[in-house]
Every structure is written in C-alpha cells, then in structure tokens.
C-alpha cells in the first residue's frame, strides 16, 4: 500500500507531465539573490506552484513560486524559482516535497543555493561558500516515519552529502573566474527568527561557518534518493552577536542581490562543466 506522500508526489509528477515532458539532468534550487537566474537560461517550459495539485506555495517576499524548465547552456535543467522552508508552517514532507518531484522528473544532480549569516569569524558579507558538510539543528530529518521504499532505503549513508567531484568542479569554475571561494559547513536551523548569539557560539563550538533555514532537509531528501548534491551559500551577514548591528531579512535580500552577478555566473559555469560528467 502507497503512503500518502508518495501519492501526493506522484499525483504532483503528473499535473507536471501534463504540460511538459522535458526531462532535467540538473535540478537548481534558487535561493534569495538568485531569483532572477531564470533570466539567463532557455527556457523550454514553466510551471507555477500554483498550478500543481496539492502543492506547498512560498509565502517568502523575494521568493517566487514556479519551476522554471530549460538549458544551461546545453545542460538540461529544472530551477526551483522560491523554495518552501519549514517555517512557513508545512509539514516537513512538503517542504521536501519538490527535491523528490525533480527526481521523479529526471535530476541526476541537486545544486542547493542559499543565503546565510557568516559564523566563521574570518567570513564577510557578501562571500561565496562552497558547502562541504552539514548539521541540521531542531529542523525534524525529513525520512521520519514509514520509508517509502519506491524512493529508497531506510537508513542512508550520510558520509559524503556534497559530492567530492562537483565540489572540485565548482572550485575551477570559481578559479577559472577568478571568484574567491570559501569553504565550509552549513547549518541549518528553523527559523523564521534569527539564531541569538548564543546559539552562534554554539555553532561555531561545533565547527560550523554559517548558517540559514534551509538546505540540510533537502540534501538528506535527495541523498535518500541517491542523488549527487552541491551547494553553494552566499554568506550575506555576520551572525548574531559577530557585530552591533541588528539582524534584518532586508539586510539579507539587500547582500543577496549584491552578490547576485557573480554568484551567477558561478552557478551556470559551474553547471556547464557538470554536462561532460
């Protein structure tokens, strides 16, 4: 017997395949800052939140909702234009509810991209991070309750979450570019408030270099499913307690489009050289 989440994902693939067979290789989750990349692909073919039944809406300002179909250069891809988070109020399930549906429609490859506050005392606004490691903190793991066998197996190796080969990929786009590129873990935490700086000292004490409110529930959707993930987070503020500053989600989106151009570019060089793997 088929859960209920598998149903509802099912039922979502096919209000997609109603409008479009096009078949991704690469899955892109826009994260704030890169809600314009769209822009820059082909697009064959676009399907708003909205119009997919049962389907979980993002109430984030910046954050549009749809799934954006085209090319990166001759890369085939499928962008999520506005993520769900779990503060928003959805259950977890829909919240990963999208990274299993681009599987189902054929992505090979996850590219999480995010904004986050700098733990990493030698971080500034406006870095790169290539993610190499997470910890999810309080977030619930999004494989609780009965496996769903058709998406795969019931305890997941988590050693390698961000794949080696496309970390090395992304550094020679970055090189190539001339893109300076930090390096690090990624922490993901609920939100919608922003961590005291308490908790920041508590991530950094347990080897973290930034944090947001999402991404590390993807991965582990997407590792269950065995697919090959990377990720990039554009550290758009010192965290709490780090400066005298007050935190803001305008601060954020402000850093975020001023990164926007380079990181970019770093994203469709990064994704043209995942073409020739």
Do not use: W
């Not at 007050?246 to 954020?252: A, G, N, R, T």
Request: proline share 5%.
């Amino acid at each position: 017997m088929q859960s209920a989440v598998y149903e509802k994902l099912k039922k979502c693939e096919s209000c997609i395949r109603r409008v479009t067979d096009f078949t991704p290789r690469v899955a892109i989750v826009l994260g704030s800052g890169l809600g314009d990349y769209a822009d820059t692909i082909r697009v064959a073919a676009q399907v708003p939140y909205g119009d997919i039944e049962g389907f979980p809406v993002s109430t984030v300002p910046g954050h549009d909702g749809r799934f954006i179909f085209g090319y990166v250069g001759d890369v085939p891809v499928v962008c999520m234009k506005g993520r769900v988070h779990y503060y928003e109020g959805y259950e977890i399930s829909d919240v990963v509810l999208p990274i299993r549906l681009m599987k189902l429609l054929g992505a090979e490859i996850l590219f999480l991209t995010n904004a986050s506050g700098g733990v990493n005392t030698s971080f500034h606004a406006g870095d790169l991070m290539l993610i190499t490691d997470q910890i999810s903190c309080f977030a619930p793991n999004p494989l609780i309750g009965a496996n769903i066998e058709e998406l795969g197996t019931r305890f997941p190796d988590m050693s390698h979450v961000y794949d080696l080969g496309l970390q090395e990929l992304i550094k020679a786009a970055a090189r190539e570019q001339n893109i300076f590129l930090q390096q690090g873990v990624y922490a993901q935490l609920t939100g919608p408030s922003f961590e005291t700086p308490a908790e920041i000292r508590m991530l950094r004490a347990l080897g973290c270099d930034a944090v947001g409110m999402s991404t590390a529930v993807e991965a582990v959707t997407a590792t269950h499913m065995g697919m090959r993930i990377c990720g990039i987070s554009c550290v758009c503020n010192l965290a709490a307690g780090m400066t005298a500053s007050p935190l803001s989600h305008k601060e954020v989106q402000e850093a975020a489009d001023r990164a926007a151009p380079v990181f970019k570019s770093l994203v469709t060089e990064s994704v043209k050289r995942f073409g020739a793997i």
